[in-house]
């Protein structure tokens, strides 16, 4: 009998001793999901040696892939990045884990206004990543004439020379506000009429399209598989890298001026190290990492002393002031302007 009861002792012992590996194992990890080519490998490993904490890193090309992978029930993920208007999104659904980003010890380096966000004022939900502008870019050495005016017209109506040569981003909310501002219409409009105006430009633009493709803008310039590109000003940068004659239009009529955002799924398996990986990307010189990577700026105070000179130079990723007067912050839509957008982004996707 003794001999059973040490044998079942031994035994519990060892599930014990497997279940603490285990929770030990979800301490020492994280899972990020994140968007493609948007952090770069090298400050995970650095976060890895500072902390001990590995990430493991997954990634999407939109915020509705997202959103729906989300709500699906997706489990697993410790850190996702949704784009400011989709925080609201998610806040309101019940899918992010309120986690008091304002009270971090690095949140004293967040710079106005992101530091109190209309879509997130008290920041308890998520803290600022980059930020940045949705334009588009072409090559002026082969477009007619070597110039395209700096409206929203050169891309939504590009010249003959350019069918079959222009990309979009698979992005409804920034293909939606880019047509909102060419047409002079409310981003958020409820206004069927105004929706259908909107879905014209689009369908008339969609002959001129190779893809609606949100991965590998960088390298499809690069390659010269398009012409133009419908594309933010961080890989605007990146593309000018190599293609010299890249040009980045931030158009006249405006432009989506957005923030991306660190925030805890709900059902986070590790929420303290997720807690961890937010405060410590908020540190300075490791957010300028993360710009001197992606090419987009961010609102934390101190870090562009850390950041490269080329890229606090460009007027693409830090336009001046006339050029700022161009930004048009993404807007919280109610109900009815979403299911709108939805719908002409649904008849534009058939």
Known sequence: MLGKI?????????TAGILLS?????EDAINLYNWSNYIPPDLLKKFEKDTGIKVHLDVY????????????????????VPTDYMI????????????????????????PPLDKPSFDAKREYSAPYM????????????????????????????????KGRVAALNDANDIFSAASLYLGIDQCTEDPKAGQRILNVLEKQKPFLATYNSNGTIERMQAGEVIMHHQWNGSAFRTREKLKTAVFVIPREGVPFWNDNFAIPVGAKNPEGARKFIDWMMAPENIAI???????????RGADQFMNAALRADPGVNPGDEMRKRFRPNQI?????????NRIWTRLMR
């Open 290 to 300: 993360a710009s001197n990577f992606t090419g987009y700026n961010n609102a934390i």
């Open 131 to 162: 930020w940045g502008v949705t334009g588009f870019t072409y090559d002026s050495a082969r477009v007619p004439g070597g110039k395209l005016e700096d409206s929203w017209q050169s891309f939504f109506e590009p010249p003959a020379a350019l």
């Open 88 to 111: 609201k999104i998610m806040i309101d659904e019940k899918l992010l884990t309120r986690f008091e980003a304002g009270k971090l010890a690095n949140f004293k380096n967040v710079m």
């Open 61 to 80: 090309d939109s915020n509705e892939t997202l959103l729906a992978k989300i709500k699906a029930g997706a489990a697993g993920y410790d850190v996702i």
């Open 22 to 26: 285990g929770a030990a194992h979800a």
């Open 333 to 341: 839509c109610s109900l009815k302007a979403m299911e709108l957008r």
């Open 6 to 14: 040490v044998t079942k002792l031994a035994a519990l012992a060892m």
